[in-house]
């Protein structure tokens, strides 16, 4: 074990995927990530998700849970909209595949009201569905680091199940622009993390091979890929060249641009606010 000064600085939830997130205190683990996160998604036509790298205006849906365990209804707002509550859907509900990059994935469709809402919002044909309690998109194992992986799960992430990102990266980011002359540090939301930590050097979260999180191990995976959608200012919506030019110059790797962790929990338990971390092997 390596002693760390790092600790748990941050916490968000994403209940519906390219949605705003939820800063929270505790991130309870399930075995497919956090509980609540990613557990709802908007689809288009032909059951394929519609996510904010295309349709931005997924960011301005902000979610609240409707529920204190995070596992019912969801409430939605949106601009120029009446918040809307959608429920669970019941056994009763249309399943279908949906797909999420190269997998299908069971889920169930939130109905004709939930679809007509959703559609207001983005500005375009959706419908909103939720995972499916029995549904098994098998975790990948370059998310896993040094964690056993079969017989694993994931819900609508875009492959493991968190997202670990130390605040003095998006510093040592934001430092860059201003360099360069940019105006304006970049929000953290534009990372979408599930943990974010302070505590450590720029990019010390790259080297790590498995951390003990409060009662949580996790083991981390691959270095996170990041793509266009970290170019869409949440706020209004425009699109831009940073970060993805500065990140060309510093955080290239072989399969693209690279920011932060990916994880993958060890079992179920809860990270809190605060937790300290300790580094339990490097890569």
Not at 203 to 231: F, K, P, Y
Request: with cysteine; aromatic share 6%; charged share 20%.
């Amino acid at each position: 074990m390596i002693t760390s000064a790092a600790r748990v600085a941050g916490l968000t939830v994403y209940p519906l995927k390219s949605a705003a997130g939820i800063n929270v205190n505790e991130l309870p683990l399930d075995d497919r990530g956090a509980i609540g996160d990613r557990r709802w998604l908007l689809v288009d036509g032909g059951g394929h998700a519609i996510t904010a790298r295309t349709d931005h205006r997924l960011l301005h849906i902000t979610p609240r849970f409707a529920t204190a365990n995070r596992d019912g209804a969801l409430q939605l707002d949106a601009p120029r909209l009446s918040t809307f509550t959608a429920v669970v859907p019941g056994a009763d509900a249309l399943a279908r595949p949906v797909f999420v990059w190269d997998d299908a994935v069971l889920a169930l469709d939130a109905g004709d009201e939930a679809a007509a809402w959703c559609s207001d919002a983005i500005g375009r044909a959706c419908r909103l569905v939720h995972l499916d309690d029995e549904a098994s998109r098998p975790l990948r194992p370059k998310y896993a680091g040094p964690l056993p992986y079969h017989e694993r799960r994931v819900a609508f992430t875009d492959g493991a199940p968190l997202l670990v990102l130390g605040l003095a990266s998006v510093a040592a980011l934001n430092a860059k622009l201003l360099e360069r002359g940019e105006e304006g540090a970049l929000a953290l939301r534009r990372f979408r993390a599930n943990v974010w930590l302070d505590g450590v050097a720029p990019h010390e979260e790259d080297s790590w091979g498995a951390i003990q999180v409060g009662n949580v191990t996790l083991g981390m995976g691959s270095l996170c890929t990041r793509c266009v959608l970290t170019t869409v200012d949440p706020d209004t919506l425009e699109t831009g060249a940073q970060p993805l030019r500065v990140f060309a110059e510093y955080r290239r790797g072989p399969d693209g641009v690279v920011f932060g962790v990916n994880a993958t929990h060890a079992g179920e338990g809860t990270i809190v606010v605060g937790d300290g971390v300790t580094v339990l092997a490097e890569r």
